[in-house]
Every structure is written in structure tokens, then in C-alpha cells.
């Protein structure tokens, strides 16, 4: 029992000095893509959600400014949207006592070495704009998981990551990652990521530039977390670039 706890906590602590590291990951080098090995490829190794889950083209003029907007949920919906599911990513107020707080409403900010360094001035409309709407995806998608993916010893169920600051992107803003654990009748269990880029005004407010429609990524796809993070941040990646630059700095 001793053993195992130890194994627990060590294991948190770790997954935790990954997940806040993310904000900094290097993106893919410009030599080429990364390489992701996988025990048996498949082009469904990261099916849309749905058609709208497709990569957004790259804008001419800097709007998209919001997710698109929530239909009035069925009675399903709302009875889970009062759950405790992916708590995380629901309105500010509740997301902060959520499990997992300090992955969600906590980290949402701009992030260099691993430290938050701003938060926008309108930081709590901002979050109740976009983040419901995202656990509302996870909420439709499927259950909770309820054990750690690939081999890993620690399971946040829901959470972002201020993966990209504006300097690293190149002036696109700051990409903020959303992602769920979900158990589902048609992928099984998977990780549910979609994300966006948000720009900082001059009086400090932020706005969301560019949205990213969540994807799935299946756990049977790939050989370990790494490989799995690894195609998820390329296809993430990917996105970003195709975004304009819009000369957002760190304020």
C-alpha cells in the first residue's frame, strides 16, 4: 500500500512538471514534420469529432472571435452540464473547485518557462465564452475515463495547457490547449483536444482570434503517451502556422 502511494505521488508530480512544461514545448523543427510511430497506422488515427472539427482555414482579417454558439441543451445536456464531468473547463466560478483546478481556470494566462507572466483583464468573462463550450464537446462525446492512458500513472480527466505564448506562435497570440479523457461507444477511450488562439488588446483584455474544433485521438492509435502527444502537438501545430500573424506581443 506504502509502494503504491509512493508510485501515485511521484507519478502526479511528474505528469504535472510535463503538463505545466507544455506552454514552452518547441514546436516541430522546420526540417520536417515528427515522426510518430504507431502499432498499426490508421487514417482514423485522428477523426473529426465532426465535419466542423476540420482545421479552420487560415483567416484574412482578424475576426473568428468566438466558438460557434450553443444551442439551448436538451434536458441530457443539462442535467449533465450540472455534473461534476470535466469540471475543469465549466463556468469560472465552479471550475475552481474543481479536482484538477489548477490545470484548468488556474493556468489560463500567458505562460513563459513554465509561469504565468499575464492574465487578461476580462480573464473571467474570456473563460465562460469559450471553456463551457468546450465541455459541452466533452460532455457529448462520452464518459469520463476512469483509469490513465498509455501506461501513464496519473489521470487529469479534463484540463488546458497555455501550450504557445505570442512570441513562440510568431505574433498569432497565445494557444491555449482544452483537453478531456473521454470513454466513447465509437473511439473508445480517447483524449478529446481542440484549442484556440486568443490576442491582448492595449488595455490588456483578451480576444479569441482563431477557435480549433476538437478532435479525437484514440488510445488504440498509438504505441504511448509520447507518441500520442507527439501527433496531437504537430497536427496543433500545424493549425497555429496556418493562422495570420497578427503581431500579438507579451504584454
Known amino acids: 500500500l506504502v509502494l503504491g502511494f509512493a508510485v501515485l505521488v511521484f507519478g502526479s508530480i511528474g505528469f504535472m512538471y510535463w503538463w505545466f512544461g507544455r506552454d514552452e514545448a518547441a514546436p516541430p523543427p522546420d526540417g520536417g514534420p515528427v515522426v510518430v510511430a504507431t502499432a498499426s497506422p490508421s487514417p482514423s488515427a485522428s477523426a473529426s469529432v465532426s465535419a466542423a472539427a476540420e482545421p479552420t482555414a487560415p483567416a484574412t482579417e482578424p475576426a ?21 464531468r470535466f469540471l475543469e473547463l465549466a ?22 518557462d513554465g509561469r504565468t507572466v499575464f492574465e487578461w483583464e476580462n480573464k473571467a468573462q474570456l473563460w465562460d465564452s469559450i471553456a463551457p463550450r468546450f465541455r459541452d464537446a466533452c460532455l457529448q462525446a462520452g464518459e469520463p475515463v476512469d483509469q490513465p492512458m498509455w501506461g501513464s500513472q496519473t489521470l487529469v480527466v479534463s484540463g488546458i495547457s497555455a501550450q504557445w505564448n505570442p512570441e513562440t506562435t510568431g505574433g498569432r497570440g497565445q494557444f491555449i490547449r482544452f483537453d478531456c479523457s473521454i470513454d466513447s461507444q465509437e473511439r473508445g477511450r480517447a483524449e478529446q483536444v481542440g484549442g484556440l488562439l486568443i490576442v491582448t488588446g492595449g488595455g490588456g483584455a483578451g480576444e479569441v482570434a482563431a477557435v480549433r474544433p476538437p478532435e479525437v ?13 507527439a501527433a496531437i502537438d504537430e497536427q496543433l501545430w500545424e493549425w497555429v ?10 504584454p
Do not use: K, M
Open 217 to 229: 485521438f484514440a488510445e488504440a492509435d498509438y504505441r504511448d503517451f509520447e507518441a500520442a502527444q
Open 241 to 250: 502556422t496556418e493562422q495570420p500573424e497578427r503581431g500579438d506581443q507579451i
Open 91 to 112: 463556468e469560472h466560478d465552479r471550475a475552481q473547485g474543481a479536482q484538477w483546478s489548477q490545470f484548468g481556470y488556474e493556468a489560463f494566462g500567458i505562460r513563459v
Open 64 to 84: 473568428a472571435t468566438a466558438l460557434t454558439p450553443t444551442p439551448e441543451p436538451d434536458q441530457e445536456l443539462a442535467e449533465l452540464r450540472a455534473s461534476s
